[in-house]
C-alpha cells in the first residue's frame, strides 16, 4: 500500500492536468510566507506558464520570496535590477545587495554575477582583489563562469599576482564544466608561450580540442603551425586544409594566407583566380597585405576572369554572412531527429562506467544518453528495480567514481549533501549543490526503504547521489520528473520535505552482479575535496523517445 501511496504522489506531481491545482496549493502556501513557494510564484509569472505572463506579479513575488531568504529568488531579483528586466530601471547598487545575500547563503552563480560587477566597477569602486576572491569562492564551488573568470585574473594578472600555471589549472577546471571556449584560451597560451609557456604540440591539442567542441576559433592558428613546422611536421596540404575552414569562417588572416598558397601553388595546384578571391576578400577587411596582393593578381587575370572570381567572391562572403537556406533545413532536420523525453541525475559507482540513477529518470525511454566531463556517452540499461526506482545503467569508458557508506544507515540530524542538473533548461547544465540534513529515517507513511531530508530538490535532482561529508553514498535522491514538465516548466516546486531510496537498497540490486559488486570502491575516510570528488562522478542522464 505504501507503495503504491508513493507512485500515486509522483504521479500526481509530474502531470501536467494537476499543475492549475498546483498553482493554488502553491499560491496559498506563498501567502502564507513560504519562500520557496513565493520564488516558485514568481517564476512562473516571468515565463508565462499555468498562468497569464506577468512581469510585475513576478517581479513581487521573486521579492516576497527574496525578503523571506530565498535564495534563489535574491539571486533573480540581483539579476532583474542588474539588467533592467521586466520593466524594472536598472539599479546597480539594489542588484549587489541581493546578489551578496544570494552569494552567502552559497547560491554559486551569484559569485560569479558579483565578481563581474567588482571587476568591471559596476555599481561599485572598481576592484580586481574583491573579484578575485568571489571568482574563488565561486570556483572552489565548481562554478564553470568563476573559474574561467579566475583563469582570466591569473593569466591578466589582475587582482592577484600574475601565473600562468594557474591561469591554465582553471580553464582546465572550466573546461570539465563546459565553458567550451576554455580550450582556445589554453591553446592560445601555449601557442604564443605566454609565461614561458610555449607549446605547440600541446597548441595544436587544445585548439583541436576546441573545434571539437563547436567552438569554431583556432583553424587558422593550426594552419600556420603546419605552414611553419610548428610542434608538427611541416605540411602545406594541412596548412591549406585549416586556413581553408578558417578563411570560410570570415577570418582575414587565413583568407590572406589561403590566397598566398593558391598564387604560389604550395599544399595546392597554382590557381591565380582563386588567389585573387581570397585574398579580395581580405582586403575587404582591410587587410592592407591583402590588398597589395590582390592588385598584383589581378594583372595576371583577364578581365572575364577578373569579372568571374570577383562574382564568386560576392557569392562566398554572402555565405559568410548569411548561412544558407539548405544548412538551416539541414540543421532543423538534426534538431528533429530525437525528442529529449527528460533528464535527471546518476552518479559512477565503478571506474569503468556502470552508473546508478532513479528507475523513473529513463522509464519509457528509447534511447539514453551520459553527461560527463564535457562529453556524451551511449548507455545500455543493465539493471531496473522499479519497485524500489533505481536503475543501472552502463557506458563505456574510464571515469571518476565514488564509494558506498560503509554505514548500514545514516543518522538523524547528519549533515548530507547531493548534486544534480535540476531544471537543466531553466538553471543551466552546470552541476548545482545543495545541503541538508536526514530529517527522518523513514519516509512518506514511515516507508522502511526511504530517508526523509530537507536537501532542496528539483526536477533533474532525480537520481543523484544523497552523500555524507566524506562523499560517500547514503541514499539514491528521488525527485519528480516529467518530460511535459522538466522541459516546460518546473511542474514541482521546491519542497522542505524530500525523499531518498537508502543505499542499502541499491546495493542489494547490486549484489545480484557479482562482476560489478567487485568493483565497488571502497568508502573515502577523508571530508577532503569531497565535494569536487562527487562532482566528477556526477553523471547528465538524457533520456530519449
Not at 570560410?248 to 590566397?259: F, I, M, T, V, W
Not at 533533474?460 to 547521489?465: D, I, K, Q, V, Y
Not at 514538465?485 to 546495493?507: D, E, M, R
Request: proline residues 3%; positive net charge; glycine residues 10%.
Amino acid at each position: 500500500m505504501k507503495k503504491i501511496l508513493i507512485l500515486i504522489l509522483l504521479v500526481l506531481c509530474c502531470t501536467g492536468s494537476v499543475l492549475g491545482g498546483k498553482f493554488e496549493e502553491t499560491l496559498k502556501k506563498a501567502e502564507q510566507g513560504d519562500a520557496s513557494a513565493q520564488g516558485a510564484l514568481g517564476y512562473m509569472y516571468a515565463i508565462g506558464e499555468v498562468v497569464p505572463k506577468d512581469e510585475k506579479q513576478s517581479v513581487y513575488w521573486y521579492k516576497k520570496a527574496a525578503e523571506n531568504g530565498g535564495a534563489n529568488a535574491q539571486f533573480n531579483l540581483g539579476s532583474i535590477y542588474h539588467y533592467g528586466y521586466y520593466g524594472i530601471s536598472q539599479d546597480y547598487k539594489k542588484a549587489i545587495k541581493w546578489y551578496k545575500m544570494s552569494a552567502k547563503q552559497g547560491e554559486i552563480d551569484a559569485f560569479s554575477n558579483l565578481g563581474q560587477m567588482y571587476c568591471e566597477g559596476t555599481g561599485v569602486p572598481q576592484d580586481y582583489s574583491k573579484a578575485v576572491e568571489l571568482f574563488k569562492e565561486g570556483a572552489e564551488l565548481d562554478n564553470g563562469s568563476c573559474q574561467y573568470s579566475l583563469a582570466r585574473m591569473y593569466r591578466q594578472g589582475k587582482g592577484v599576482a600574475q601565473d600562468y600555471a594557474k591561469a591554465i589549472y582553471w580553464y582546465r577546471q572550466a573546461y570539465t564544466n563546459k565553458l567550451l571556449n576554455a580550450p582556445f584560451e589554453i591553446a592560445t597560451i601555449y601557442y604564443n608561450g605566454e609565461g614561458g609557456f610555449q607549446n605547440y604540440k600541446k597548441a595544436i591539442y587544445w585548439y583541436k580540442k576546441a573545434i571539437e567542441e563547436g567552438y569554431i576559433y583556432g583553424h587558422n592558428n593550426i594552419g600556420q603551425m603546419y605552414h611553419r613546422g610548428y610542434g608538427v611536421p611541416q605540411d602545406y596540404k594541412q596548412a591549406v586544409y585549416w586556413w581553408n575552414k578558417a578563411a570560410k569562417q570570415g577570418n582575414a588572416s587565413a583568407q590572406y594566407n589561403l590566397g598566398n598558397m593558391y598564387y604560389n601553388g604550395k599544399g595546392v595546384t597554382q590557381n591565380y583566380k582563386l588567389a585573387y578571391i581570397w585574398e579580395s576578400l581580405a582586403a575587404a577587411q582591410g587587410d592592407e597585405k591583402a590588398i597589395k596582393n590582390r592588385d598584383i593578381i589581378s594583372k595576371r587575370l583577364s578581365s572575364q576572369q577578373l569579372a568571374e572570381a570577383q562574382e564568386l567572391a560576392a557569392k562566398i562572403q554572402n555565405k559568410i554572412d548569411h548561412p544558407t537556406e539548405t544548412q538551416e533545413k539541414q540543421s532543423s532536420i538534426r534538431n528533429t531527429e530525437r525528442k529529449v523525453n527528460g533528464s535527471g541525475t546518476g552518479f559512477i559507482i565503478t571506474k569503468d562506467g556502470y552508473i546508478l540513477t532513479c528507475h523513473h529518470v529513463i522509464k519509457d525511454a528509447n534511447e539514453i544518453k551520459i553527461a560527463v566531463g564535457g562529453k556524451t556517452y551511449p548507455a545500455t540499461l543493465v539493471r531496473d528495480d522499479p519497485s524500489n526506482d533505481l536503475a543501472l545503467l552502463k557506458i563505456n569508458g574510464s571515469f571518476s567514481a565514488i564509494a558506498f557508506s560503509s554505514n548500514r544507515s545514516a543518522k538523524m540530524g547528519q549533515e548530507v549533501f547531493t548534486i544534480g542538473y535540476p531544471n537543466p533548461s531553466l538553471q543551466g547544465v552546470n552541476a548545482k549543490i545543495t545541503k541538508g540534513i536526514i530529517n527522518s529515517l523513514t519516509g512518506f507513511q514511515d516507508d522502511l526503504r526511504l530517508y526523509q531530508i530537507s536537501v532542496p530538490v528539483q526536477p533533474g535532482n532525480s537520481g543523484g547521489a544523497l552523500v555524507d561529508e566524506k562523499g560517500n553514498v547514503l541514499g539514491v535522491v528521488m525527485a519528480m520528473l516529467d518530460a511535459k514538465t522538466t522541459f516546460k516548466i518546473s511542474g514541482s516546486l521546491p519542497q522542505n520535505v524530500n525523499y531518498a531510496v537508502k543505499s542499502t537498497y541499491a546495493q542489494a540490486m547490486l549484489d545480484t552482479l557479482p562482476e560489478i559488486s567487485d568493483k565497488l570502491l571502497d568508502p573515502s575516510r577523508s571530508k577532503s575535496n569531497a565535494i569536487n570528488r562527487v562532482k566528477k562522478s556526477t553523471v547528465m542522464v538524457l533520456s530519449y523517445k
